[in-house]
C-alpha cells in the first residue's frame, strides 16, 4: 500500500503560480511513478504530468505543457507539482497518483491521494 496525501492548494488569481505538494508513506516510494490528475466540477478525471522512478522522465498533458512542471525527492518521498501562470481552466481538485508503470489513464492508477482543491478567481 501507498498513502498518498496533497497539499498547496488553495484560491489564486488569473497569473498566480502555485506549488502542491503530495507526502508519500508506505511502500517504496522510489518504486512507482508518480503523477497529478485534475478533476473539474462536471468533467471527469484527466492526466496533468507525470515523473518515472529516477526522474529522468516526464510527461505533461497538452493544456500545461510549458506552464507545470512535476518534480520528485526521493529522499523526502515527496513529488511536487509547480503551476505557473494559472487560468480558470485550471480550476480543479488536483490528485497525486502511484503507479507501478507510467500510465496517463486515471483507470489504471493503483493509488490515488485525497486531493487538493485549486480554484483560479479571474
Known amino acids: 500500500q501507498v498513502q498518498l496525501v496533497e497539499s498547496g492548494g488553495g484560491l489564486v488569481q488569473v497569473g498566480d503560480s502555485l506549488r502542491l505538494s503530495c507526502a508519500a508513506s508506505?511502500?517504496?516510494?522510489?518504486?512507482?511513478?508518480m503523477g497529478w490528475f485534475r478533476q473539474a466540477p462536471g468533467k471527469g478525471r484527466e492526466f496533468v504530468a507525470t515523473?518515472?522512478?529516477?526522474?529522468?522522465?516526464?510527461a505533461y498533458a497538452d493544456s500545461v505543457k510549458g506552464r507545470f512542471t512535476i518534480s520528485k525527492d526521493n529522499a523526502k518521498n515527496a513529488v511536487f507539482l509547480q503551476m505557473n501562470s494559472l487560468s480558470p481552466e485550471d480550476t480543479a481538485v488536483y490528485y497525486c497518483?502511484?503507479?507501478?508503470?507510467?500510465?496517463?489513464?486515471?483507470?489504471?492508477?493503483?493509488?490515488w491521494g485525497q486531493g487538493t482543491q485549486v480554484t483560479v478567481s479571474s
Open positions: 497518483a502511484a503507479n507501478p508503470v507510467l500510465s496517463r489513464s486515471p483507470n489504471q492508477i493503483y493509488y
Open positions: 508506505g511502500r517504496t516510494f522510489s518504486n512507482y511513478f
Open positions: 515523473i518515472s522512478r529516477a526522474s529522468d522522465t516526464t
